[in-house]
């Protein structure tokens, strides 16, 4: 069963990061992985039991996971799990958790498990797609990073031009 880690340094608190990470409602300003997010079934805010349906990109087949949250505390870890089957996808299984390193910085690490179906083309596609899984996660925590760089400079320039 293929799994992987990718950690990234954000230039912002725990707090911040998780709360942007969650809201579904900002989740494409920064997602680089996703067409599409929102939460489900009547769901209004992230929480143990809220369900959220995330499509990815067309570019990577535009596939929709179903997710229950199995674990939210803010703002050290959230985990989901897939309910739903798309289509190459057996089972799938993420957490992020968040450590404060100083003041306004934080450690992301997000930590995934899946595997493919059909059972029986599982040695060819895991791989591939543990790899994919890998290179995306890599880009859309640094995207998350250079959100909030961004938000960063934009504050310092207001101060500057203030000062």
């Known amino acids: ?23 579904y409602e900002r989740r494409l300003t920064w997602d680089t992985l996703l067409s599409a997010a929102g939460l489900a079934d009547g769901h209004s805010r992230a929480d143990v039991g809220a369900t959220t349906v995330c499509v990815g990109r067309r570019s990577l087949g535009g596939l929709a996971l179903k997710t229950v949250y199995v674990a939210f505390d803010r703002p050290r870890l959230a985990a989901v799990r897939m309910v739903n089957s798309p289509p190459f996808f057996g089972r799938w299984a993420a957490s992020i958790c968040h450590e404060k390193l100083g003041q306004d910085q934080s450690k992301i690490i997000y930590t995934w ?32 990073r250079d959100y909030f760089e961004q938000a960063r400079n934009q504050q310092q320039s207001v101060v500057d031009a203030a000062g």
């Open 1 to 23: 069963m293929p799994h992987g880690t990718v950690s990234q340094i954000i230039p912002a608190d725990c707090e911040a990061v998780f709360d942007l990470i969650h809201d």
């Open 113 to 144: 498990t899946f595997t493919a179906r059909p059972r029986w083309l599982a040695w060819l596609l895991e791989p591939v797609m543990d790899r994919v899984f890998h290179w995306e996660t890599r880009m859309r925590l640094a995207s998350l």
